[in-house]
């Protein structure tokens, strides 16, 4: 098992709502990328953070937003939810750069009805 | 454009019937092509990074191999806990450190 941790598993919520996704950075690790995944999709990059800057961003609208804070642990915003948002979505950390392996987290899945 | 294609879509083994997934890719330089094994509804576990042609990686009953076109990877006598989608991911010098991702290879291995 990777040491990155998602929060929280399971997530329900209605259309135009706003969610906060969580993820807890593997030790060491100073790279987090979010990623949406829809059943049986591979994953969609949402975007990178890199000590704390967005360093890299998919095609995905402004209403998904991220952050990263000091410890590297990261959050994914997205707000005006609708029904194609659900997904589960994972986080990967690593060290950096395009050559570095990512760890992927247990993922969240979420549901918009 | 960036492009990652697995084949078979899915591929039912019988326990110990050895096999081989695919993956062929187009890139503009290659900057890493990674192997990740997913269970379904968690997330994907890493099982390989390989950086350059002829560079062959190998773990209990698996292998990944690669060339300028294409990955393979090798189940050597599969088990039944080997049953997974195997994904195939890379990244290149054009696409901003961002992973690009085949769909998938469902294998199933029957006791």
């Known amino acids: 098992e990777t040491g990155v941790t998602q929060s929280p598993t399971h997530l329900i919520k209605t259309r135009g709502q706003q969610v906060t996704l969580r993820c807890s950075s593997q030790s060491g690790h100073n790279t987090v990328s979010w990623y949406q995944q829809a059943l049986g999709q591979g994953p969609q990059f949402i975007f990178q953070y890199y000590r704390e800057e967005e360093n890299g961003r998919g095609n995905f609208p402004p209403r998904f937003s991220g952050l990263q804070f000091p410890n590297y642990s990261s959050e994914l915003n997205v707000n005006a939810l609708e029904l194609d948002d659900s997904a589960l979505y994972l986080c990967?950390?690593?060290?950096?750069?395009?050559?570095?392996?990512?760890?992927f987290g247990p993922g969240t899945r979420l549901t918009v009805l | 454009e960036d492009q990652v294609t697995q084949s078979p879509e899915a591929l039912r083994l019988q326990e110990g019937e050895s096999s081989s997934l695919n993956c062929s890719y187009t890139?503009?330089?290659?900057?890493?092509l990674f192997w990740y094994r997913q269970d379904p509804g968690k997330g994907p576990e890493f099982l390989f990074t390989l950086y350059s042609a002829g560079e062959e990686k190998e773990k209990e009953r698996l292998k990944a191999t690669l060339t300028k076109k294409e990955s393979f990877l090798h189940i050597t006598a599969p088990k039944p806990e080997d049953s997974a989608t195997y994904l195939c991911a890379l990244t290149g010098a054009g696409n901003n450190r961002k992973l690009i991702w085949g769909l998938g290879t469902s294998l199933a291995v029957n006791p």
């Open positions: 890139v503009s330089g290659l900057r890493g």
């Open positions: 990967a950390t690593g060290t950096g750069g395009s050559q570095g392996t990512q760890y």
